[in-house]
């Protein structure tokens, strides 16, 4: 049977859910595959009015991470804050977080969750908006940790000068990360606060 019995969902039989099961299971496995091609495409178009292509800005947020001695949950979280940016501009830091939260640490999803109020901070009384809307966030225990990537590595990430590593020296960390086994307990690490490492001298 290549192929489930059922045209509902609800008149699936336990055959029909395993030969699902089983058929995910290469489609799971190529996640890291789709997530490069999305980072490709990324690299086709310059960030409407910015000197420097989408994949550029993650490549340098997550060079940034890499040069600072940040461990792989950061640096995938770097590479990958605005993924969402190509199917959702509008709630880019949600749909980006949902992509990396079954396999990186509470802590950086959360950061890449609300990255999009954070950079308020930077820009939005240009338009008459609340710079400080992250306040609201002020007593989460990732707060520091939040402010501190979006310095340092999301809004100084706009550098046609900055000398970014090429999506290829990512590629081997990235497939590390999403062959992980998803939301296990060990690297969801709920609670968990590390912080971004100290700033290089």
């Known amino acids: 049977m290549n192929t489930v019995s059922f045209s509902q969902m609800k008149f699936g039989t336990k055959r029909d859910y395993e030969l699902l099961a089983e058929k995910e299971k290469p489609y799971f496995a190529l996640t890291a595959d789709r997530i490069l091609g999305e980072l490709e495409r ?5 960030l409407s009015g910015y000197k420097i292509t989408r994949l550029q800005h993650g490549l340098q947020a997550a060079t940034r991470a890499c040069r600072d001695g940040a461990d792989l949950d950061w640096i995938i979280g770097a590479l990958l804050h605005d993924i969402g940016d190509g199917l959702a501009p509008q709630n880019h830091d ?7 939260r079954p396999f990186v640490r509470e802590e950086v999803t959360w950061v890449v969750e609300h990255h999009g109020i954070f950079q308020l901070l930077y820009f939005a009384d240009h338009y008459g908006w609340d710079k400080n809307a992250r306040e609201k966030y002020r007593d989460n225990i990732y707060f520091d940790s939040c402010s501190e990537f979006c310095e340092r590595w999301d809004q100084s990430s706009f550098d046609p000068e900055y ?6 020296y ?12 998803a939301y296990s307990p060990e690297i969801i690490q709920k609670g968990v606060v590390r912080g971004l490492p100290p700033q290089p001298d």
């Open 163 to 168: 000398q970014e590593e090429e999506l290829a």
């Open 170 to 181: 990512f590629e081997t960390m990235l497939r590390e990360v999403f062959s992980r086994t």
């Open 42 to 46: 990324h690299g086709e178009d310059t």
């Open 94 to 100: 949600r749909f980006s977080a949902e992509v990396i």
